[in-house]
């Protein structure tokens, strides 16, 4: 009997506590910023503004998939997973492991990673509007800077909007797919 307060003060100090997440997530949003970023440099390096185009939507792309990822995992029942996992599906650990961590998984998918692709994505976006100028020869322009970034928010946040809605209504497919993917990394 005496073993048991033990236990549970072992599984305590084994619990990250609300200030070492924080000091993960910090680190892990300046590595995926440094990364992303870079990534987005050395694309956009002499690219046109058709090239600078496609990165700003892999970018709107990104944000919006990981939106889903994270709303989805917040909404998920984990019943059909336990199911799953004692049929032995693949990824059906990985899900129920992403269920079990909901508010951290949400927290990187939709804070961080969306975070750092609207950043990223605003950088593109400027980097467009200057080579649109310099195509067209057009003087510097308030009108299509503003134009533009309409367009890239109205993407962004409609894109966002009905990913929310299908990451509501369809959390159990997506969480399901999720573990999938990262199923393939635990073989």
């Not at 910023?33 to 892999?58: P, R």
């Not at 889903?68 to 019943?79: F, K, L, N």
């Not at 990985?94 to 961590?101: G, P, Q, T, V």
């Not at 510097?140 to 109205?154: D, F, H, I, M, R």
């Amino acid at each position: 009997m005496s073993d048991i307060p033990n236990q549970k003060r072992r599984r305590a100090k084994e619990r990250p506590g609300p200030y070492r997440w924080a000091v993960q997530v910090f680190f892990l949003a300046i590595c995926l910023s440094a990364a992303l970023s870079l990534a987005s440099e050395v694309s956009l390096g002499g690219a046109g503004a058709a090239a600078a185009g496609l990165v700003l939507a892999v970018f709107i792309g990104l944000g919006i998939l990981f939106d889903i990822i994270g709303v989805a995992v917040t909404a998920a029942d984990p019943r059909p997973f336990h199911s799953m996992a004692a049929h032995k599906e693949p990824g059906a650990k990985e899900a129920l492991m992403l269920l079990r961590n909901a508010g951290r998984v949400s927290s990187v998918c939709n804070d961080v990673v969306g975070d750092i692709c609207g950043i990223v994505s605003g950088t593109t976006t400027a980097v467009i509007v200057v080579r649109l100028q310099a195509a067209f020869s057009l003087p510097e322009s308030v009108l299509l800077s503003v134009a533009v970034t309409a367009l890239v928010s109205g993407l962004t946040i409609g894109g966002k909007a009905l990913g929310k809605t299908v990451a509501l209504n369809k959390s159990t497919s997506v969480v399901y797919w999720v573990g999938r993917f990262l199923h393939l990394f635990h073989r």
